[in-house]
């Protein structure tokens, strides 16, 4: 399989083009144009860097309306702070596994330059600025494992925390078989997983894993979003036979998961590992944003926020959830 497109046989090119449009004559020069992995590396960096350094300036902001500017103008994905906040939810949950005087271990598959870092460091200040919701997580203490299949997001991510644990890698063997938390964007896996047995394998890893991702009901389906490389949403029920021969358990955050009856795909936002850490991590997930969504400069910064209806907060077991929605 071609690694980069996630196909033998793509049926789109990545490029990426830049230059100038002459705004009085018309007509455009093409000064720079780049194709395959390093197109898509660029692209990625110019937007993940730009949200790592607003994340920065975030953090020495001057108030509330400066912030919210500063988020809304320039993070690039909306929901950059819930996620965030959901990542330091899965640390604190997991506290239990971590053995006295070792380092918690957080992965990200497809880290991309592990921006999360600073977004986790923001939301954590930010958050707590005024009252303290939750125990601080000492984030340098951490051990930041990431795989990614751009070697150059690989050695980035490593030079640009230099006061972090960050330990990268392409190859998944060469990193460790566990880890605390596991974490990925739904996109991420969608470009890489092939199976379900792939999937299940790669979350079992973690005493706890928490993600998003988009499983079909037409069968196994392969299609390209705009990136050129090729995503694969694997079929439910495949997902299920596998799911249902592990001893682990997968919650769906009801509010924020959904079926598309025209793509007959549904999306579930979810935490997957042992009853006692998703456990944790839900009890901690409904009482954090029950009190964030009554706070107007904390529910501000998180659009998706109006979802979680105070006290309306519901997790459940993903094969409950599947017959619910079903049609
Ligand atoms: C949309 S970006 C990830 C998002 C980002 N880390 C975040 O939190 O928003 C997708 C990432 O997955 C990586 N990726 C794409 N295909 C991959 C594959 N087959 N294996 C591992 N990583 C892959 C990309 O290089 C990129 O860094």
Redesign the pocket.
């Given at each position: 399989m071609d690694?980069?497109y996630?196909t033998d046989k793509p049926k789109t090119l990545t490029y990426l083009e830049f230059g100038e449009i002459d705004v009085g004559k018309g007509g455009k020069k093409v000064w720079d144009f780049r194709i395959n992995q390093k197109a898509?590396?660029w692209l990625?960096l110019g937007r993940?860097s730009n949200d790592l350094i607003i994340y920065k300036k975030m953090m020495t902001a001057a108030n509330y309306k400066k912030i919210r500017d500063l988020y809304f103008s320039e993070i690039h994905?909306k929901n950059?702070s819930e996620?965030n906040l959901n990542k330091i939810i899965g640390l604190l949950a997991v506290e239990g596994a971590i053995g006295k005087n070792k380092r918690s271990s957080f992965f990200?598959?497809?880290?991309?330059i592990f921006?999360?870092i600073e977004g986790m460091e923001f939301i954590q200040k930010y958050v707590n600025r005024k009252k303290t919701f939750f125990k601080k997580i000492d984030l340098k203490k951490n051990i930041w494992y990431g795989?990614?299949?751009?070697g150059f997001?690989n050695e980035l991510a490593i030079i640009l925390h230099p006061e972090y644990n960050v330990v990268t890698s392409i190859d998944f063997s060469k990193l460790p078989n566990k880890f605390n938390v596991f974490f990925a964007?739904g996109?991420?896996l969608l470009?890489?997983v092939r199976s379900a047995r792939q999937l299940i394998s790669i979350i079992d890893r973690a005493d706890l894993s928490v993600f998003d991702y988009s499983f079909s009901f037409n069968g196994g389906e392969e299609t390209t979003i705009g990136s050129g490389?090729t995503i694969k949403y694997l079929d439910f029920n495949e997902f299920l036979r596998e799911y249902k021969k592990n001893g682990k358990i997968m919650f769906v955050c009801e509010n924020k998961s959904f079926y598309n009856n025209e793509t007959k795909r549904v999306y579930i936002e979810c935490v997957y590992g042992s009853i006692k850490y998703c456990g944790k991590f839900i009890q901690l997930h409904k009482d954090l944003f029950e009190k964030f969504s009554t706070d107007p400069e904390i529910s501000g910064i998180m659009p998706d926020i109006d979802k979680f209806n105070s006290g309306k907060i519901n997790w459940i077991p993903v094969d409950e959830f599947i017959n619910k929605i079903k049609m």
């Open positions: 690694a980069f996630g898509y590396d990625m993940y994905h950059d996620s990200e598959f497809g880290q991309t921006g999360c795989l990614d299949i751009s997001f964007k996109i991420s470009y890489a490389k």
